[in-house]
């Protein structure tokens, strides 16, 4: 396990479409292991794509509510209703924006095994997923704000 650099905006591998990853190896486990490990250092963040990390691969971590999760090949099968929320980055720091989300999905992904899974998630936890999804497909959350907080408001919390 180690913690790997945060790449931020700007770096060309955050805009890219990741590939889809085929091999379910040591690589593969290393990689999620570092990235939970350098996810949980930050404190504040609450998950972590692959492409964060420069590695431009369909792989992400979460860790919210006390539960880690991690992804490989996520799709969004389904999606419910809208919402919107502050939402912040690891790779644009010291930025917020509101972004409109669907209030619930359904992902499907694989393990680090290869193994597919099924998970439906709704609130905070469906907005990670949608947020860490985005970064697969080289989408940031600026990109889908309806707008970014001023320093004022994000002073007032
Ligand atoms: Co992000």
């Given at each position: 396990m180690a913690i790997r650099n945060i790449v931020t905006e700007g770096e060309a591998v955050l805009g890219k479409k990741c590939r889809e990853v085929t091999e379910f190896n040591e690589r593969l486990a290393q990689l999620l292991d570092d990235m939970l490990d350098t996810l949980k250092h930050t404190e504040t963040g609450v998950g972590l794509a692959a492409p964060q990390v420069?590695?431009?691969?369909?792989a992400l971590v979460i860790s919210y509510d006390e539960k880690d999760y991690e992804m490989v090949?996520?799709?969004?099968?389904a999606k419910r209703g809208k919402v919107e929320g502050t939402e912040g980055c690891l790779s644009c720091p010291e930025q917020y924006g509101i972004v409109p989300r669907a209030e619930a999905v359904t992902v499907e992904y694989q393990d680090r095994f290869g193994a597919r899974k099924r998970l439906k998630a709704d609130g905070y936890l469906a907005r990670i997923i949608q947020h860490e999804a985005d970064h697969l497909d080289g989408i940031l959350f600026k990109d889908r704000a309806t707008r970014m907080l001023s320093p004022e408001e994000m002073a007032n919390g």
């Open positions: 420069g590695m431009c691969k369909r090949n996520p799709e969004i099968t």
